[in-house]
């Protein structure tokens, strides 16, 4: 056997599997071409495990088989990422996908009434730490129309 043949076919899928994973959108896609690739490596340790006689037999079958078990483990986790991802986005556009968490959005600040904010109303009659407004002890959910919450923030 010439061991060219394997080596030039593993090449292209190599680099068949790497424009994959550089140009495609889709995550789905993009695992594909990782299997690629993997594969191309598969073709290459089988074939110099049959041309190249090393120290240990068969090393590069055993090789083989442990890339194998890492694609199906990769297969597995990938997949669940990208129906995670489709779940939260609707989507499995890779390049959608938000690399860094978005900082919490400051609540704008409404209208404070002096000292219920901070829990010292000294009105005669109030008792201290409840919301004028409501009546309900600050912090607290308070009914569903108050003006510190608009209605969609709950």
């Known amino acids: 056997m010439r061991p060219v043949i394997p080596y030039?076919?593993?090449a292209l899928l190599f680099g068949l599997g790497v424009y994959g994973v550089l140009r495609r959108r889709n995550a789905v896609l993009v695992l594909m071409a990782v299997e690629?690739?993997?594969n191309a490596v598969n073709l290459i340790l089988v074939t110099a495990d049959t041309t190249v006689r090393a120290q240990l037999p068969h090393g590069g079958q055993v090789f083989a088989l442990f890339?194998?078990?890492l694609a199906a483990?990769?297969?597995g986790?990938?997949?669940a990422i990208v129906l995670q991802l489709y779940r939260l986005r609707?989507?499995?556009a890779v390049d959608e996908v938000p690399l860094t968490e978005r900082p919490p959005t400051a609540r704008p600040?409404?209208?404070a009434v002096a000292g219920v904010a901070a829990g010292t109303d000294t009105r005669p009659g109030s008792a201290a730490g409840t919301d004028a407004r409501s009546g309900s002890a600050a912090g607290t959910g308070g009914p569903s129309g108050s003006a510190?919450?608009?209605e969609g923030e709950r």
């Open 148 to 150: 510190d919450r608009p």
């Open 67 to 69: 890339v194998i078990v």
């Open 109 to 111: 600040a409404g209208p």
């Open 77 to 79: 986790v990938g997949l």
């Open 90 to 92: 609707a989507s499995v």
């Open 36 to 38: 690629l690739m993997l």
């Open 8 to 10: 030039v076919t593993a």
């Open 73 to 75: 483990a990769e297969i």
